[in-house]
């Protein structure tokens, strides 16, 4: 039961710690045409490229309305009482034991590391990864189609221009970022970065 609240809450976690925005005059992934790599049945590996603008690198996620319906979904499920006691206990960043650590499974144990502040840091999710992640939100809901997907960032100053390359399926991890790491590679020899 403590994995799968895991699981659940930490979208929510998203939600709790990022302030909300008016989307005016902003872009959305869903209404730009991506460059599509390749596709593989339901993988598909592609980037959008757009201009760099100060509003993509501010903290926000008034544009994850996946992830808001995510929330609503579990509230039903859960009702307030239990979804807010699960949340609380979840944000209590208290250090964790080696042994309880030792019991999980990696990706398990990684995020305890990162949510009780043993390695990383947790920052408030920005305009443009909110995009990301609401993009593949909208490909598949969260609560009965969990998914994952690779997401990398690049820039380019004297273009000053984003590009946000992206590989994903429809299973709950993500695809081999094969076609997508060549590009990626060959864009930073091109004075892209990440």
């Known amino acids: 039961m403590k994995i799968a609240y895991f699981i659940l809450l930490m979208p929510i976690l998203l939600i709790r710690v990022c302030p909300q925005e008016p989307l005016e005059g902003k ?14 049945g339901q993988e598909i590996y592609q980037y959008w490229q757009l201009d760099n603008q100060d509003y993509l690198w501010q903290s926000s996620i008034d544009n994850v309305s996946a992830l808001e319906a995510y929330r609503d979904t579990l509230l039903t499920v859960l009702g307030e009482k239990a979804l807010q006691s699960a949340v609380l206990a979840k944000s209590d960043l208290k250090t964790t ?24 840091e947790i920052q408030p999710i ?12 909208n490909r598949y809901p ?19 221009l984003v590009r946000i390359y992206f590989a994903s399926s429809d299973q ?23």
């Not at 080696?98 to 990706?107: N, S």
């Not at 990864?129 to 939100?137: K, S, V």
């Not at 695809?175 to 970065?193: H, S, T």
């Open 172 to 194: 709950r991890w993500p695809p081999k970022p094969g076609i997508v790491i060549p590009e990626l590679r060959k864009a930073l020899n091109e004075g892209w970065k990440l």
């Open 97 to 120: 034991n080696q042994a309880h650590l030792d019991t999980l499974m990696d990706d398990f144990k990684n995020a305890e590391l990162v949510l009780h502040g043993i390695i990383g």
């Open 126 to 137: 920005r305009y443009l990864e909110a995009e990301i992640l609401n993009y593949q939100l």
């Open 142 to 160: 969260l609560f009965s189609h969990p998914t994952e997907f690779h997401g990398f960032i690049a820039t380019h100053d004297a273009l000053n």
């Open 27 to 40: 872009i959305s992934l869903m209404e730009l045409d991506p460059v599509v790599l390749e596709t593989k």
